[in-house]
């Protein structure tokens, strides 16, 4: 039976800095097809309270109320409430929620249409709008090799399917390889993931393509064909034997990628011990033969022969998948941006990123916390030999919840810094730490109780973030409110710690533009649904998981690298999959509808 | 001692020009970077705190608002776009209208229409005094020139009424901010306090006071040094026109034409270069907005530059016609002068921004006293 019920449809759309790109006019001109619709009223024809509210459920005499727009929410209980005032049923309150949706774009007004049909019909928009299946190649492209995609890839070849893992940099692990140990358990990081690494090089259904970048993917869902850029190595990966002798005689240096630049590597290297898969690559921007032309020493001194060859060029790949998951994780903010914390300008300012490298047993002081030097070429390194300090400071939200940066909280921050604190008393139980806050964010699970074990361990936590970082007599003179006192608080400290925000990574945009996938606010990659389907995206056959989603801890990366490869699983046990959910036509949702509302 | 929570307060603040009160995290970095905050006078946080609470009894007994120069540094780090600098801003004319018992300067503050109508009203009687009463009274307008080729002036604006009624000014506006004042000393000394300042604390103090009106030390303070520099020549050259005008007018306004180099036309020139100086950093600031200090300009803001600068430029042609000889030019000129000049003192001084001359420095006299306050 179709809906009769004298329905009133609100449309809430308050500009709040950004355009509405939905065209209200058209929709409102769509819907007067459905007779169940008595009245349409918009954000800014009156104020929306109360008694105006009241005023129009009386004089149209209305039975359920829509309240239609990006985030309806925010403005149900104000109805809810009314209804409830009228003596009419709450529960009659809507939403036809467009951002949930991810309409976001004047293009998808075909959507926020059969979302508001839906509405109306009281159809749900998922049954409603169930896209045509496609047949299956059960190959699946995992793209970035952090804990995430490990998580999904092995998930998915332990069920017996082909996975082809592409990595961008030399060695796959991310960002956790580099951590010393997770909160808040305290576990050695690399223990967790070392063996998955392993586990990965070794599978026989996980084809592992480091150094490679996606150019294009073209083709349908359950039948994508992917072209790859394969970077060149100049080391072969088959033959090479992984003995070091080249790098002993290379010439050349830049800053580790792996240790946070707080080292020195050469060009021909491996990112680190552990590194999957553990052969050598060469960095053609430090190496001095691919720059002038001359040198070759690494050449000479391979034992292998042909294992090096400096003059490889970067190939094209193509490879032919069904589904896709993205795990393309994150950046750190750059410290730099904000000059007020001195971060570049003092030695011993470091990131939370550098940090966690001087904290590791395998970093570059063996898990000693000492000063950063000069080494004899006068870069700033690590090294066992310097001094420790007597104090450090730990800031922060530094780029994150800033308007001026970044308006999201990056939520790992506060608890990385917690862990930071109690392993610097672990290692020097004699030093003094602070901890300078704004909010204490320990949401998880075991997480408050891991903050009350730090505080009882001695560190001094300090509400108020610090305004600047300044040196004076060769230490670091940090100079904040503490809010609790309301008094100014300056502090000599020996090095200072800025607990940096995450970002998306450099290549979600370009990813975002290959995919073809909506970015949301703040540059994420923008889930099908925020709620129900956090690791589906808008486009069938394509998932994401971990940071590139959104800022979050190890556990929740894990728990959706496994979520993204169920789904894939699950497709590929059925041996189809959904079209994207742009591609029906509205007349097909509409009917659909029609015989959904019939049935009921 | 507890506190009532007194969200309503937000309304009357946001007539004031307060925007987004509530915006405010309490980082403490705005009172960390101010270069002026100090122990025991802390803003801008504290302050914004007061304000998200209407904490109204506290907030009328501060002194900090005054302390404040307004150089930006807290809106420009603030991760909040709370704008603790304009909020300061705001606070500051909401505290001019609560030392006014006339409940004048709230109607300035929050009514455009008042402010216009009132300074059109004095524009009109100062017109009405030069076409009717002083005409009546046997003082015409003559086109006759003096023997050195310069407008006759006191035929039309006879000195020795234009003084009785510029002392007479001077004494009107002195009256009300000189009780405005001991209203705000009421509140920020007295007002609840369970501590008590000797008579000779004020006494030893009060060089500050005067330091304070001639330079404004605090001000310099400030990381960008130029808003000062600007600020002291506009300051200089308005208190030097103010004295010479009502003080020595019958050696100003003159009808004889002296040299370049006599004192006169010097203070004259230096008065009026530094009033322009300052009047085009602050309209071109305003205009062009990029500096945080003047990214938001509140009607009061606007008005107290324009009819400044209006002051400024009339006074300029009056003494440029006057000693070129053009009678018509240099009768007009100075009745559009007095036309702005009289609402601009009677409205600008007692009851808007420009209390601040009296205000700002006093501020940093009592917080001083509060430095050296005993317990009763």
Redesign the interface.
């Known amino acids: 039976m179709r809906m009769t019920e004298a329905t009133g449809i609100f449309f809430y759309n308050p500009i709040n800095g950004i355009q509405d790109p939905i065209d209200y006019g058209e929709l409102s001109a769509y819907i007067k097809k459905y007779p169940a619709v008595k009245n349409m009223f918009y954000y800014d024809d009156f104020p929306w309270n109360e008694e105006n509210i009241l005023a129009k459920i009386r004089s149209c005499g209305l039975e359920r109320l829509i309240i239609a727009g990006s985030k309806p929410g925010i403005v149900k209980t104000l109805f809810a409430k009314v209804m409830a005032i009228e003596g009419k049923d709450p529960d009659k309150v809507i939403l036809a929620s467009f951002n949930e949706y991810g309409i976001r774009r004047k293009t998808d007004i075909n959507r926020a249409k059969s979302v508001l049909a839906c509405a109306i019909e009281g159809v749900p928009f998922e049954m409603a709008a169930m896209p045509d299946d496609l047949p299956v190649n059960p190959a699946t492209l995992i793209i970035g090799a952090g804990i995430a995609g490990i998580q999904a890839a092995i998930e998915i070849a332990n069920s017996n399917n082909l996975v082809y893992l592409v990595e961008k940099s030399g060695t796959i692990g991310g960002k956790m390889a580099t951590f010393d140990k997770t909160f808040p358990t305290l576990d050695c990081a690399a223990c967790i993931l070392t063996p998955k690494m392993v586990e990965v090089n070794q599978h026989t259904h996980i084809k592992l393509m480091t150094c490679c970048e996606i150019l294009e993917v073209a083709g349908d869902p359950g039948n994508f064909n992917v072209r790859i850029l394969k970077r060149t190595r100049r080391v072969n990966v088959a033959t090479c034997i992984g003995c070091g002798t080249c790098t002993e005689k290379c010439p050349a240096q830049a800053p580790s990628e792996f240790d946070a630049g707080t080292t020195m590597r050469k060009a021909i290297y491996i990112p680190f011990p552990q590194a999957v898969p553990n052969k050598y690559m060469i960095d053609a921007e430090s190496c001095i033969y691919i720059k002038n032309g001359k040198c070759k020493a690494c050449v000479k001194a391979c034992p292998v022969p042909d294992c090096i060859n400096l003059d490889e060029q970067d190939q094209e790949v193509t490879l032919q998948v069904g589904n896709i998951i993205v795990a393309a994780g994150y950046k750190v903010f750059d410290a730099k941006r904000m000059p007020q914390y001195g971060y570049g300008v003092f030695p011993n300012v470091l990131t939370s990123l550098e940090f966690e490298r001087l904290l590791n047993a395998s970093g570059p002081t063996g898990g000693n916390i000492t000063f950063r030097s000069q080494d004899k070429k006068g870069n700033w390194i690590f090294s066992p030999d310097s001094e420790k300090p007597e104090s450090l400071a730990i800031i922060h939200c530094i780029g994150s919840r800033d308007k001026n940066y970044n308006k999201f909280c990056s939520r790992v921050c506060c608890m990385y810094s917690l862990k930071f604190a109690h392993l610097i008393l672990d290692k020097l139980p004699e030093a003094r730490v602070y901890e300078y806050f704004i909010d204490m964010r320990s949401f998880g699970k075991g997480y408050e109780e891991f903050y009350e074990r730090i505080k009882e361990e001695g560190v001094s936590i300090i509400r108020g973030k610090t305004a600047k970082v300044e040196e004076k007599n060769g230490k670091l003179q940090i100079r904040g409110e503490d809010i609790l006192l309301s008094k100014i608080i300056e502090n000599s400290v020996d090095m200072v710690i800025l607990s940096v925000g995450l970002e998306p990574s450099e290549d979600t945009e370009n990813l975002c533009r290959i995919l073809k996938i909506p970015q949301s606010e703040g540059g994420w990659m923008e889930e099908a649904n925020y709620n129900t389907d956090p690791t589906g995206t808008i486009k069938g056959g394509i998932m994401i998981a971990g940071t590139c989603q959104g800022p979050k801890d190890i556990p929740d990366t894990v728990a959706q690298g496994s979520a993204a490869a169920a789904r894939v699983i699950r497709n590929i046990l059925n041996g189809k999959v959904s079209k994207d959910i742009d591609t029906i036509p509205l007349e097909k949702i509409e009917n659909r509808i029609h015989e959904l509302s019939s049935i009921k | 001692m507890s506190v009532r929570v007194q969200p309503e307060l937000r309304n009357q603040l946001i007539q004031f020009g307060i925007g987004d009160w509530n915006a405010c ?9 101010c270069p002026l ?3 025991g006078f ?1 803003f801008p ?2 302050k914004i705190r007061l304000m998200q609470m209407g904490l109204k009894d506290q907030l009328e007994s501060s002194v900090e608002p005054w302390l404040c120069y307004y150089c930006g540094d807290c809106s420009k ?1 603030c ?3 709370a704008n603790p600098g304009e909020l300061m801003m705001s606070l500051r004319r909401y505290l001019t209208s609560k030392y006014d018992w006339t409940g004048l300067s709230k109607k300035f503050y929050t009514s455009e229409v008042w402010e216009l109508a009132f300074i059109l009203l004095f524009a009109a009687l100062v017109v009405i005094a030069f076409l009717v009463i002083l005409p009546s009274m046997g003082y015409h307008f003559t086109k006759e020139l003096t023997a050195d080729g310069g407008v006759k002036v006191n035929s039309f604006a006879p000195i020795h009424i234009v003084e009785i009624f510029d002392w007479t000014m001077a004494g009107v506006v002195a009256t009300l901010l000189i009780s405005n004042i001991l209203r705000m000393y009421y509140q920020i000394i007295w007002k609840k306090s369970k501590t008590k300042v000797s008579l000779w604390v004020h006494i030893r103090e009060f060089w500050l006071l005067i330091f304070n009106f001639a330079v404004q030390p605090k001000f310099s303070k400030c990381d960008d040094k130029r808003y000062w520099l600007s600020h002291w020549l506009l300051m200089s050259g308005y208190t030097i026109m103010f004295i010479v005008i009502v003080v020595y007018l019958p050696w100003f306004q003159t009808e004889k034409i002296y040299p370049v180099w006599h004192p006169q036309r010097l203070l004259g020139y230096y008065a009026t270069i530094g009033l322009l100086f300052g009047l085009g950093v602050a309209i071109i600031g305003r205009l062009v907005r990029k500096d945080v200090k003047f990214q938001f300009s509140h009607v009061s803001d606007w008005l107290f530059v324009i009819m400044l600068t209006l002051t400024a430029t009339t006074g300029i042609l009056i003494h440029v016609f006057r000693i070129n000889g053009m009678p018509v030019a240099t009768f007009i000129s100075y009745i559009a002068h007095m036309a702005v000049l009289v609402p601009m003192i009677l409205i600008e001084v007692p009851f808007s921004k420009w209390s601040h001359l009296a205000y700002r420095p006093f501020a940093v006299y009592f917080a001083q006293l509060k430095k050296y306050a005993v317990p009763k």
């Open positions: 995290y309490h980082c403490g970095t705005c009172t960390a970077i905050s100090e122990e802390l946080r504290k780090t991760p909040r776009d």
